[in-house]
């Protein structure tokens, strides 16, 4: 059903207040001369119906130009999160030293102790004090020597029996470095001997085609020869220096320069005092050192251990050093010695023998 409004035109608004009624329809109808009307609609707001359901989502629609760019903004944006460090710069040339400065800095932390120094020179000795006091005078102590005729009854000193036959004691004699030892078994029979040590036994000139130690005592654990300055006639010069003992010209002697695991031949008539072909006829400044071991014992051989220091005939300052062992298959005790040249003479040196306890 359709009502119809119907307004003519007036210079006054018109206030139209339309209540349609249900399942109907208003129809308004304005007249007027003038193309251009008026007309301003209120419309009651009705109840609020069922919502419908949602329809879908129409397609996106094209995006539309890019706007013209609006004016700068007077107003500075919000600061930017800091961005990483980048890489460092090279390092610039040092600058001008600065004015030296007129406040102290602070005080460093104190440094470790350094080692203790060297220790001064003792001092001076002080002048001596003044003497103490003299200390009270000690008891009387026992007589040193009592003479009386009774029996002693004072076991702390002591005593000197007169009527007793007088026994020797301690022999006359000695020199300096000798000691007191027992000569016999028989109680109280002493004499001086020398202990330990080196006595000598005999010296001798190096002259002539040989020299000899005779009569060397048996009293000694062992003998040590020395040779000192040895030279020999020039027809000699290189040759070797014998030795042999109590006269033996017998093969019987053997002589090794070094280490025999083979054992020993006695093929030879002497023992090498020295074998280096050193020794000549001019000024000589070698050493020749031999030790004769078990020389007294009368049931083994008998061991030379010889240490030389020889100096070249061809030339001063011309050195050598050797250290050898002879043997004689002898079970006598040696009582000479004998030292020669192999074919000539002597012509100057010394010999000397010592006997060791």
């Not at 207040?17 to 009651?44: H, R």
């Not at 080692?115 to 003497?131: F, I, Q």
């Not at 029996?161 to 016999?184: R, V």
């Not at 050093?321 to 298959?329: A, E, M, P, R, S």
Request: hydrophobic residues 30%; aromatic residues 8%; glycine residues 14%.
């Amino acid at each position: 059903m359709t009502e119809y409004i119907i307004i003519e035109e007036s210079q006054t608004p018109i206030l139209l207040s339309v209540e349609p009624e249900s399942q109907t329809q208003t129809l308004i109808i304005i007249e007027s001369a003038t193309p251009q009307v008026a007309v301003e609609f209120s419309v009651d707001q009705g109840p609020q119906g069922i919502p419908g359901v949602t329809g879908p989502t129409g397609p996106i629609g094209l995006t539309g130009p890019t706007g013209p760019t609006g004016a700068a903004s007077t107003v500075p944006g919000p600061t930017g999160a800091t961005g990483p460090t980048g890489p460092a710069g090279a390092t610039g040339p040092t600058g001008p030293t600065g004015a030296a400065s007129t406040v102290p800095g602070p005080t460093g932390a104190t440094g470790p102790t350094g080692p203790a120094g060297a220790t001064g020179p003792v001092g001076a000795t002080g002048a001596t004090g003044p003497t103490g006091v003299t200390g009270s005078t000690g008891p009387t102590g026992d007589d040193g020597f009592v003479a009386q005729t009774t029996a002693p009854t004072n076991t702390g000193l002591l005593w000197l029996d007169t009527d007793e036959t007088a026994i020797t004691m301690i022999p006359s004699g000695g020199s300096t470095g000798q000691a007191l030892t027992k000569a016999s078994a028989t109680d109280y029979d002493t004499q001086w001997s020398n202990v330990g040590g080196y006595t000598q036994l005999g010296s001798i000139s190096l002259t002539g085609a040989s020299v000899t130690f005779s009569s060397i005592p048996s009293t000694y654990r062992k003998l040590v020869l020395e040779v000192l300055n040895p030279r020999i006639d020039s027809g000699g010069i290189g040759e070797s220096i014998m030795m042999n003992f109590n006269s033996d010209t017998s093969t019987h002697y053997y002589y090794n320069a070094g280490f025999n695991s083979s054992g020993p031949s006695f093929a030879d008539t002497f023992i090498y005092l020295d074998d280096s072909s050193y020794i000549g006829d001019a000024a000589n400044k070698s050493y020749l050192y031999c030790e004769i071991k078990g020389y007294s014992n009368t049931s083994t051989y008998k061991t030379a251990v010889f240490q030389n220091v020889l100096e070249d005939y061809s030339g001063p300052d011309v050195w050598a050093t050797k250290q050898d062992i002879g043997l004689w298959n002898q079970a006598s005790a040696i009582t000479s010695i004998t030292i020669k040249p192999a074919t000539v003479d002597w012509v100057s040196g010394t010999a000397i023998l010592y006997g060791v306890k």
